[in-house]
């Protein structure tokens, strides 16, 4: 039995908490969160599933440590990693493996390096591992392009399309993607970086050092999508002219060359949602997942599946490149043995 | 610079050679071959580059590993992993790690567990890894789906096609398949194994167990695809009520209930060659990639690509399970050095 502490009951953290309550093989056995309203309460009443799990949600990480003795923590509180170090060296300092949805961990960029090496430093000194992940960045956009090229003799030029209707999504995604503001507003959002999907860098230079290209360049770039006609989802309705979504353009560059493109369109309405790969290479290979992958479900779930592998990693803070397959873990004991 | 001998340099060994010979990073220190119209010729001349390589082909493993020191040896020899095992045996005894393209070493089914244990040991003694892979088994009807099951939160069943217009494809390749037979010949040629894909109860198992289901029952079952019209290629014709190609089902059960469902079609005239992935879970999963992975260019490919991975993994037999993510390998020389 895994034991796993939650660091952050946000929607992320209690959607992982939620897959964990419900998995073979693993067990929470502690939780803290910021939230004075969440601190004090049984963490099943907290992350919404019917039956109390014995187990209160704390405030403090080295006490729920102390007292819970896990094997891993699931560390979901922020995309920033600036704004998650505090957190993860307390939680190195008590020796105890992380796995993160925090964006900005999941293939720290060149001006995150010199936190990312003493990261790293306080993991192989805890003789532990630490992992970003989720599905974007994490999977979608850089681990599955990336393994896709395995088959591949030569590889020119790699490019990633995800394209959500957002329609489908909860309310606060919609409201993050800027649907229903007004051009301007949207404008302003873009300024002071509240609609950004944070992760392109990120998913950019994972790529590019896989392929052994050497960028010197990237861009990332926001801009709003318009509706030409109203639409509307199950909470919000957008008139025709007012933004309906996000389009954001990611690139790579080799000496001007674009080598590697991602391209997120996520707005309500979008005629088709799909995940595709482009690679430009020997052979050629496009690859696309019908209706796309799921962003909610699909970065809890990949969390979770990683927390085997993440226990039986190499200490040190590892990316989706250096972990083995990625994979359901429908045996997460036998697997976390293996280490 | 990884230092790497051959083992054989049929058809896939010789496509293993020649991206070796193009690719950075690697090169190429030693051969040997059973044929004797190859022996003493230059590499070069024997895998069809315009170059003399300056490595003549031997015939014995010992020596050549002797008198070349390489850091891998790429065997591609058989099919069948007890076919392999003493060539296999001799790599290991000199203390050299293996890149194998033998389908039966992808992941040994239960009646070759004995002989992968002595494989194991041996490797570990001799503190290097073994892997199998190859375009299939070792990627599109194994790896690739477990990969995509990792953003799941429950899996049900995987069903993966592989659907190849096989007029594209080599003359071996057709004749492979059993083009141009007549259904009796076919039939014939089915029952003493000589039309076969040899891999599918390897993808099958390492699916299962990757998911966590005890299968009871792997079901492997070969036909014939009739040409409805004269179909040809460039080497062949076939008429109508002939042979053109194969189908072959396989079937892994838990219960009676099919979890892992593999099919592959290959044959003259498919209206479209594709590979797609169902995973039914939660959430569900269609992965297609159009026009399929050349199943010649992507052999050789994920081989190269496994190189400096195999160099750097933890001795013993390893499988596309427990190898860091596939990849393009772009700077072989830093992975290497990684390890």
């Known amino acids: 039995m895994i034991r796993v502490l939650h660091v952050g009951l946000g929607p992320i953290g209690a959607a992982v908490a939620r897959q964990i309550a419900a998995r073979k093989g693993l067990r929470i056995v502690g939780a ?22 014995r187990v209160k949600v704390g405030v403090d ?82 681990a599955l392009p990336i393994a896709l090229s395995a088959v591949c003799e030569h590889v020119d030029r790699i490019e990633v399309w995800r394209v959500q209707d957002a329609r489908i999504r909860r309310l606060p995604f919609q409201q993050k993607i800027g649907a229903g503001l007004t051009p301007e507003d949207f404008q302003r959002r873009v300024e002071n970086g509240r609609v950004r999907h944070v992760g392109f860098t990120e998913s950019i230079q994972m790529i590019g050092d896989a392929m052994g290209w050497k960028l010197d360049e990237i861009t990332d770039d926001v801009s709003s999508k318009i509706a030409e006609t109203a639409v509307s989802s199950e909470w919000l309705s957008v008139a025709s002219g007012q933004v309906c979504g996000i389009v954001q353009d990611g690139v ?40 796309g992958v799921h962003g909610d479900i699909a970065t809890a779930a990949i ?20 972990m083995r397959l990625p994979s359901f873990d429908g045996g997460a004991l036998s697997w976390a043995r293996k280490g």
Chains 1, 2 share one sequence.
């Open 252 to 291: 790579g560059y080799v000496k001007g060359q674009p080598k590697v493109t991602l391209r997120l369109e996520a707005y309500l309405g979008a005629p088709e949602s799909y995940d595709s790969v482009l690679i430009e290479g020997t052979p050629r290979i496009y690859s696309k997942i019908d209706g």
């Open 32 to 53: 803290v969160d910021i939230d004075p309203l969440k601190v004090g309460q049984d963490v099943g009443a907290v992350i919404g599933v019917d039956r109390k799990l």
């Open 61 to 142: 990480i080295g006490t729920a440590i102390d007292e819970s003795k896990p094997d891993v923590a699931v560390l979901c509180t922020s995309s920033s990693l600036k704004g998650v170090l505090p957190e993860l060296m307390e939680v190195l300092k008590h020796g105890v493996a992380v796995v993160t949805t925090t964006e900005e961990v999941a293939y720290p960029r060149k001006d995150n390096r010199a936190i990312a090496k003493r990261i790293d430093a306080a993991a192989k000194k805890a003789k532990v591992a630490v992992l970003g992940t989720g599905v974007n960045p994490g999977f979608t956009m850089d």
């Open 303 to 322: 969390t979770v599946n990683a927390i085997p592998a993440v226990i039986a990693a190499a200490p040190g803070l590892r990316t989706m490149r250096d």
